[in-house]
């Protein structure tokens, strides 16, 4: 179809108002600069509402400026650096369409010219105002028998264009927006990506967030197969607000719900949701993954994941990441902070004058530097804590059933029974296989030596606690700290536990991991892998997943195909790909006893049969193409 698009200038192409950025640039060094930017920034929006009359807002803008002719480069190297992220993403559309493009803007010829220029856009296909000079080069107006001078000129501009075919106007305001109220244009997109303006979005026939929504509506040529708006994700629990300001700066469609929702209501919010994000609360059964029409991935803003049927959500396609780093330094810190707090007895003596008691004494009262500590399970916070509590003074020694590799000066024990010999404190930082319930019992309590303090901040069902109970009641252990327990609520509120009222016993509700900080790194890093999975098919780190690493797809276009591992499946994928005669770039496959994920990158070029032929794959639980 014979197509004319018709684009503004100022914060449609670019992300700015150039009239603003000429202000920051001419009124530098002055006082009152902040305010006159202020004041021209009103008056842009005025006539750009239409409020005010547009003559008389670029009137008032161009006497408050104070420009001259020699601010204009440097004008035009900003602007260079502020086009809009998706129309610089799309630089090819521009190039094989640049027929029919124009641009109709109430800026200035003097620098949307040199800026479009590079877009392939000849001058002669730039509609708009001009500057005038006096002799010393100051601008001190503008051409006024312009149609674009006026008000609402751009009916006029585009009448006397007397474009034919279908005319489409994309800007992002109401004075874009006439074009097509005067009946000249036919279709009026309200671009939104800078500046979201009300009344001119209100009347749009289609709101387009960013140049890939316009061209995948028109099926034009584009530089993402699936524009990032149309991908829905919906964060339930109050996850930290950054991880909504990094997705949705990604361009996604972010949907926030500050609680949880129950099984009813999730089934019914699921639909049409690619991403889901959830803290510990939310339950995605199976129920809910088969009302999932859509979903693609689910993004654990937490450490644990045993609230997701993670199998099913596996055999649907659907993978899911979690933070399993982000808290590592919040439980080091408590265990450093909780070996010291024992070492001196400093909660008995803290209780005492609470309730009255001044009992200043060094007994039981010791210092950590040069202390042996045993550290059990040297994952991430054992090895973490072994260097802290090295760089404190301590002599680290460490036990874990895997062969891990001693940082520092760590000396590793060849048996549980060796660590708990030689430690003044025990930590316990093992995971939560079933096989180390009562890890801890009464013998290895006696197996530890007199006075010694233990700390628990790994799984409550790791410590037998009427054995530890036992060897603090009879002096055997000087101190213990615990953060968890084999049975703990699921809610705040009443909680009991036969070590209440023990001396020398720190006990915590399961926030060895609970600070601001790991939050705040959950917020940056679940996003990222949701990121890096949409946007180019990574899954290191899925936790139910086949884990592929991608190199930086490059000019190519890459097929994404999940499925059930079944004996001859990649044949046939293979065979589809070859009958298709596609120039493969890369292939990358990675699988696990259920399913199967394999990535091949072709040339731009192919025949879009093959998409088709890849999804009708029998066993496919999932397909996408990613350019
Ligand atoms: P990790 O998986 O990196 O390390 C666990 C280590 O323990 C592994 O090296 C493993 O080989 C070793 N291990 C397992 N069983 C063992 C045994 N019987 N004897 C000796 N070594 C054994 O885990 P990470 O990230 O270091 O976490 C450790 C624990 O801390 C986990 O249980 C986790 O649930 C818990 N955690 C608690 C938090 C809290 O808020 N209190 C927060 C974060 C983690």
New binding site residues.
Partial sequence: MDRKYVFDFDSTLTRVEALDVLAEITLKGRPDREEIIREIQHITNLGIDGDISFTESLERRIRMLQANRDHLPQLIEQLRKKISKSIAANKEFFETHASQIYVISAGFREFIVPIVAEYNIPEERVYANTFEFDGAGNIVGFDETNDLAQHNGKIECLKNLDLQGEVQVIGDGYSDYVMREAGIAHKFFAYTENVHREKAARHADHITPNLDEFLFVNDLPRNLSYPKNRIKILLLENVHPVAFDNLSEDGFSVELVSHSLPEAELIKKIKGVHVLGIRSKTRVSRNVLDAADKLMVVGAFC??TTQIELEYAKNKGAVVFNA??S??R??VE?AIGEIIMLMRSIFPRSMEIHSGTWNKTAANSREIRGKNLGI????????QLSVLAEAMGMRVYY????D?LALGNAVRCDT?EDLLNVSDVVS??????P??RN?IGSREIRQMRQGACLIN???GF?VDIPALEEGLRSGWLSGAAL??YPEEPRSNGPFETPLRGLDNLILTP?????TEEAQRDIADFVPNKIMEYINAGSTVDAVNFPNIRLPKQQESHRFLHIHKNVPGIMAHINEILASYDLNITGQYLSTDPDVGYVITDVDREYNKGVIRALKGVEHTLRFRVLY
């Fill in positions: 450490i644990g399993p780093y808290n590592t919040s439980v408590l059990v399970g040297y994952g991430n916070i054992g090895k036990y874990d059933i895997e891990k549980l316990l930082h093992v995971d939560d296989n096989h180390n890890l901040l790994s799984r790791v953060d968890v399961h926030i060895g991991g609970s």
